[in-house]
């Protein structure tokens, strides 16, 4: 007897993605939620995100599952303190108490609130996919019977050296108590099962300063959103620079950049626009070098006035002093804007030879670089071909979601959850309130 074989039948997956907070525009978790959602979604699978405030932007497809925490950092009122009748819980007022006490609750606190919320629908998913926030409740899903896998773009241990870096020490004690989640990160990393990251540098800055095997560490590299970002076809606006800061931290070097922008505009007509909210400290520095008429800030971009933005460029600028990725590099590059970076961190890697890498934090040879690539037409089109090119052959997020997808089914086909009564109830371990 002849037997016919028999197809296999890949059941789509039930998806919870996980993401403290969700911030929509200028790269960041609310970017990769955003997209990562919407590709597995196309792929069949059933994604729910749930996320804290700000709330990602979602595309048809996924699901929002709100997570409400108290807000405490919210753009127009930072570090607010909340009224009594918004303390719902033990985990609110643990929020605020750490807040007031100079932390940073939010990992921890959303790590509560989703184990809380999944506790409930066990039956719902198939895998729990938690995206950089690492809180010590995430050792509670796979004792719930529910695989677990972590995406880490970069350990803020590197924000946290070069943030401490030069501060007088009470500065630095007050800085140091803020990063205190970081410790607990790093305890949840060694212990959460598969890691995801994006870059080979962001996987060796894991392994060494969160003390994880190599083999727990995948790279799966980001995408860019290509029906977005593109060249625009109309002429470039001439002498435009453009930068974006999800974060104005002096991770993001735009002190650097504003320093070698006011020795190129002693000589060229150049003009620069931030894609961000800046500091006290960035916006004094810009009235010192007297570039208040030369630099424009633009928060809050709508998706396709930012993908504008870009496009009309004539010079991108990543001036980070490290990057575990750059998702704003790769949209410089999708749009076809030449792109000056640093050899910072993953920024090499990203870019390749599509873009003119200069020495993270030298305001000198950024300022010549730029002017380089203003004064020479040619050249700004050789890279610009050059980034569209490396884009098409490398960064696109249905390959993204495909290969995520791929790991969350090795995670459960080889673990199906620790079924660790302690960790179920949430008995998370305890050095004092930020770990």
């Known amino acids: 007897m002849v037997r016919c074989p028999v197809a296999t039948v890949t059941r789509p997956l039930r998806v919870a993605l996980l993401s403290y907070r969700s911030k929509p525009h200028s790269g960041g978790q609310g970017v990769y939620v955003r997209h990562l959602s919407r590709e597995l979604a196309a792929l069949g699978h059933h994604v729910e995100v749930l996320s804290g405030q700000p709330y990602p932007v979602l595309d048809p497809g996924p699901v929002l599952r709100e997570v409400p925490s108290l807000d405490l950092y919210r753009d127009k009122d930072p570090f607010r303190t909340p009224a009594l009748a918004e303390i719902r819980d033990w985990s609110d007022a643990l929020e605020t108490a750490m807040m007031w006490s100079g932390a940073f609750p939010e990992p921890l606190t959303f790590s509560i609130r989703a184990l809380r919320a999944l506790r409930s629908r066990v039956a719902d998913f198939d895998i729990v996919h938690d995206n950089q926030g690492l809180g010590y409740g995430m050792l509670g899903v796979r004792g719930l019977g529910l695989p677990l896998v972590t995406s880490i773009h970069h350990p803020i241990t590197v924000d946290r050296r070069l943030d401490l870096a030069g501060l007088s020490w009470p500065r630095r004690l007050a800085k140091g108590r803020w990063y205190g989640f970081v410790r607990m990160q790093g305890r949840v990393a060694r212990r ?244």
């Open 192 to 435: 959460a099962g598969p890691l995801i990251t994006v870059s080979e540098s962001s996987k060796a800055d894991i392994c060494r300063d969160f003390r994880v095997p190599p083999s727990a560490v995948r790279i799966v590299p980001l995408g860019v959103d290509t029906r977005r970002f593109r060249p625009c076809g109309d002429p470039r606006v001439r002498g435009r620079i453009v930068a974006v800061t999800s974060a104005d931290s002096p991770l993001k070097g735009l002190g650097v950049l504003l320093r070698a922008l006011a020795k190129v505009a002693t000589e060229r007509d150049v003009h620069l626009v931030v894609v961000g909210t800046p500091a006290d400290a960035t916006r004094a520095l810009v009235a010192q070098l007297s570039l208040v008429e030369r630099v424009t800030f633009s928060p809050g971009l709508s998706d396709d006035d930012y993908a504008a933005l870009l496009a009309s460029a004539e010079i991108g600028v990543v001036p980070s002093l490290y990057e575990g990725f750059s998702l704003p590099a790769v949209e410089h590059m999708a749009s076809g804007t030449p792109l000056v970076a640093t050899r910072a961190g993953a920024l090499p890697e990203v870019t390749g030879d599509a873009a003119l890498l200069v020495a993270p934090g030298d305001p000198e040879e950024l300022a010549a670089t730029l002017r380089r690539l203003h004064d020479s037409p040619a050249e700004r089109a050789a890279f610009s071909d050059l980034a569209l090119r490396r884009v098409s052959e490398r960064f696109a997020w249905p390959a993204v979601a495909a290969a995520t997808a791929a790991i969350y089914r090795d995670a459960i086909d080889h673990g199906s959850g620790l079924r660790n009564p302690a960790l179920a109830r949430g008995t998370f371990p305890h050095n004092g309130a930020t770990c």
